[in-house]
C-alpha cells in the first residue's frame, strides 16, 4: 500500500509550548489530507481536513487558533499545536487521500505521533 | 442515526474459526467501502477495499458488499491470535468528501 509518513513519532513537552507534526505521503500526490485525534480505549476523531493549497476545515468543537494546519503541498501537510496543555496528550494521526499506485481514490494513514504535555 | 454503524463488541471467536465483522451505512450514495484494521497503540492499516456489490476475497479477508441493504462485512478466515485489533468499516460517499468511519469492532481470537 502507500505509504504516508509522520514526524515525530512522539514527542514529550512542557505545558506553554507549540509542537509541530509533519506528515509526508511519499509515493503519490495527497489532494486532501486529514488530522485525526485518539484518546486511549477511544475511537479515531476528525480534526480538520486540508486541501493544498487551500484553509483547512475545522470539525466542530476544534480551536483553528489552537491546531493550526498547513498543507504547503501535495505531500506535506503539518499541524501545529499551539501553547499545548496537558488535555493536548493524545495519539495524532494523519491521514493521506488520493490516487495511489492502484488507481483507485484511497485514504492511508500515518504511524501517528504520541503527544505527552507535561 | 450514525453515518457509519458497527458493533463495538468485543467479538471473541475461537482460534481457527470464521470471524465476521458487520457494518451498515446511511448514505446510499456512498460509492467506496474500506476495512481497516487498527492495533492498540497503532495507526489503522488499511486491509481492504469493495466498490460493487458481491463479494472480494484477499488471502483470508472476504469483504461483503449489499448496497441495497446498506450493508458491508468482513470475514476472516482461520482466525488467528495475531488478528486481534480492532476493525474500522469506512465509507466514501464520493468526490471530494471526507470518509466517514465507523467506530470499530474489537475482535479477540482465543488460542
Known amino acids: 500500500g502507500a505509504v504516508v509518513s509522520q514526524h515525530p513519532s512522539w514527542v514529550i513537552c512542557k505545558s506553554g509550548t507549540s509542537v509541530k507534526i509533519e506528515c509526508r505521503s511519499l509515493?503519490?500526490?495527497?489532494?486532501?489530507m486529514f488530522w485525526y485525534r485518539q484518546f486511549p480505549k477511544q475511537s479515531l476523531m476528525l480534526m480538520a481536513t486540508?486541501?493544498?493549497?487551500?484553509?483547512?476545515?475545522?470539525e466542530q468543537g476544534v480551536e483553528k487558533d489552537k491546531f493550526l494546519i498547513n498543507h504547503a503541498s501535495l505531500t506535506l501537510s503539518t499541524l501545529t499545536v499551539t501553547s499545548a496543555h496537558p488535555e493536548d496528550s493524545s495519539f495524532y494521526i494523519c491521514?493521506?487521500?488520493?490516487?495511489?499506485?492502484?488507481?483507485?481514490?484511497?485514504?492511508?494513514f500515518g504511524p501517528g505521533t504520541r503527544l505527552t504535555v507535561l | 442515526q450514525k453515518e457509519v454503524e458497527q458493533n463495538s463488541g468485543p467479538l471473541s471467536v475461537p482460534e481457527g474459526a470464521i470471524a465476521s465483522l458487520n457494518c451498515t451505512y446511511s448514505?446510499?450514495?456512498?460509492?467506496?467501502f474500506f476495512w481497516y484494521r487498527q492495533y492498540s497503540g497503532k495507526s489503522p492499516e488499511l486491509i481492504m477495499s469493495?466498490?460493487?456489490?458481491g463479494d472480494k476475497e484477499d488471502g483470508r479477508f472476504t469483504a461483503q458488499l449489499n448496497k441495497a441493504s446498506q450493508y458491508v462485512s468482513l470475514l476472516i478466515r482461520d482466525s488467528q491470535p495475531s488478528d486481534s485489533a480492532t476493525y474500522l468499516c469506512?465509507?466514501?460517499?464520493?468526490?471530494?468528501?471526507?470518509?466517514?468511519f465507523g467506530t470499530g469492532t474489537k475482535l479477540q481470537v482465543i488460542p
Open positions: 491521514s493521506a487521500r488520493g490516487l495511489a499506485v492502484t488507481g483507485t481514490d484511497t485514504q492511508y
Open positions: 509515493d503519490f500526490q495527497a489532494t486532501t
Open positions: 486540508s486541501n493544498e493549497g487551500s484553509k483547512a476545515t475545522y
Open positions: 448514505d446510499r450514495v456512498s460509492q467506496s
Open positions: 469493495i466498490y460493487s456489490n
Open positions: 469506512a465509507v466514501n460517499s464520493g468526490g471530494y468528501q471526507k470518509v466517514t
